[in-house]
């Protein structure tokens, strides 16, 4: 049982720079994998990144390779994105997740389906 909670979203320009965080319940923050996701109006849920429950393995999507980074610290019991070089199209309700089931290595990009526990959503939004 994981209880999730982001935060860090807000207005920014594009170019601009956000770093969202996602505290997490519990004692056994360190045995889950965890993963952002995102939601623009009128669309699915699109997947970000992922991170595996050690943080050796990384999954990002083409669309933020080279400008989002994915970081945890299970001491803490948070896994946070720093978004750099921000665009209009990143627009969106961005989520965090657990998954119960842990990577080892991220071969293939994780579907929404196999997320287990989720945040309610931060919004951030890039003017251009």
């Known amino acids: 049982q994981v209880q999730l909670v982001e935060s860090g979203g807000g207005l920014v320009q594009a170019g601009g720079s956000l770093r969202l965080s996602c505290a997490a319940s519990?004692?056994?923050?360190?045995?889950?994998?965890m993963g952002w996701f995102r939601q623009a109006p009128g669309k699915e849920r699109e997947f970000v990144v992922a991170?595996?429950?050690?943080?050796?393995?990384?999954y990002y999507a083409d669309s933020v390779k080279g400008r989002f980074t994915i970081s945890r610290d299970n001491t803490k019991n948070t896994v946070y994105l720093q978004m750099n070089s921000l665009k209009p199209e990143d627009t969106a309700v961005y989520y965090c997740?657990?998954?119960?089931?842990?990577?080892?290595?991220?071969?293939?990009?994780?579907?929404?389906?196999?997320?287990?526990?989720w945040g309610q959503g931060t919004q951030v939004t890039v003017s251009s």
């Open positions: 519990g004692r056994t923050f360190g045995r889950y994998d």
């Open positions: 997740a657990a998954d119960a089931h842990r990577h080892t290595y991220y071969y293939t990009m994780p579907a929404v389906s196999e997320y287990d526990y």
């Open positions: 991170i595996n429950w050690s943080g050796a393995s990384t």
